[in-house]
């Protein structure tokens, strides 16, 4: 098979039909009738499943990967990703706010540029100052605190060799941030420059942006527990420095120590850094914990539609 396209569900219903025409068109103009549809289901509420049950029974170019539980957009990208059986894999959101037919322009670039991936990056981000300020904010605490250089703004739209879909699967990790392993993977990689639509509202919150932003550091880089011995070992010297001061004090001033009010304070101050650095080390525990458990980041509870039925 010359090309999978890969997409996930999530309050899709609206979107799924058109998305179905318009990749079908873009896949048929580049490789001819030879291409599947990967749908994921990632325990969508409404009802995008049997919508794309029915395109299934209609097209047997469809695949519909029905998760048995929402596992989120990273995890159930990944699952589709597993399933995708084509020699290039165009990996891309449903909601149509990404163009299917950027395919065509991804695969000339990969071939022009002698690539493993082209991949998408907006030109100016979608949203308004906030949304545009805590992504800039993302993307350079995510690039110093990991080394990992993943570029501002980018897109789930990716056009991927087969080699490099099978390098990126093989990856077991439990919690994982799809946008660092992207990076890490290696491989030549292209980027191209889109213009998003914002065809239907975010549902990321400030809350889900910030636990993203933890998980995804605390995914690829062990950088914030060393921060804590040094800032350990910086708070113990200022502290010696500061009774090495209030003993001069004492003994050739004769100025004992006073403040009770800056007492309170300091221990109120330590002890916060106390419990910070204690809850940093137990996130990282916490992954371990997931981690050597093995469980499989997602639930296949049926497929429809599979490569085998098509082959024959």
């Known amino acids: 098979m010359k090309l999978s ?30 291409f599947e549809i990967v749908l994921v289901n990632d325990g969508s509420p409404d009802n995008s499943l049997e919508l794309a049950i029915e395109l299934a ?29 084509g020699e290039k894999v165009f990996l891309i959101d449903s909601d ?12 000339q670039q990969m071939k022009t540029d002698e690539c493993d991936v082209v991949y998408g990056v907006q030109d100016t981000r979608k949203g308004g100052l906030f949304e545009s300020f805590t992504g800039w904010v993302f993307y350079r605490l995510f690039r110093v605190l ?27 990790e439990r919690e994982l941030n799809i946008g660092g392993l992207w990076v890490m993977t290696g491989f030549k990689q292209s980027q191209r420059t889109v213009r998003k639509h914002a065809s239907s509202p975010t ?3 400030l809350a889900r942006k910030f636990s993203h932003l933890v998980n995804a550091v605390t995914s690829f880089s062990s950088l914030p527990l060393v921060f804590t011995f040094y800032a350990g070992l910086l708070i113990s010297l200022s502290a010696l420095f500061f009774i090495a001061y209030l003993v001069f004090r004492f003994y050739f001033i004769s100025m004992p120590a006073d403040g009770y009010t800056s007492i309170i304070a300091s221990v109120w101050l330590f002890s916060g850094l106390i419990i910070f650095f204690i809850g940093l080390q137990g996130i990282y525990i916490s992954k371990v914990f997931s981690e050597v458990k093995q ?3 997602t639930i296949v509870r049926n497929v429809y539609g599979s490569a085998q039925e098509r082959i024959e």
């Open 96 to 107: 149509l706010e990404e163009e299917p037919e950027w395919l065509e322009t991804f695969a």
């Open 5 to 34: 396209i890969v997409a996930t569900l999530y309050q899709s219903a609206p979107y799924i039909n058109e998305f179905h025409k318009r990749a079908s068109a873009a896949a048929r103009q580049l490789v001819g009738d030879d």
């Open 146 to 172: 990991t080394g990992i250089a993943q570029p501002d703004n980018l897109v789930t739209a990716r056009l991927m060799t087969r080699r490099y879909v099978k390098a990126l699967v093989a990856h077991e």
């Open 295 to 297: 469980r499989p980041y």
């Open 57 to 85: 029974e209609l097209d047997y170019h469809v695949v519909v990967v029905d998760l048995s539980r929402n596992f989120g957009h990273h995890k159930a990208m990944m699952t589709g990703l597993a399933h995708a059986k």
């Open 203 to 205: 549902t990321y919150t």
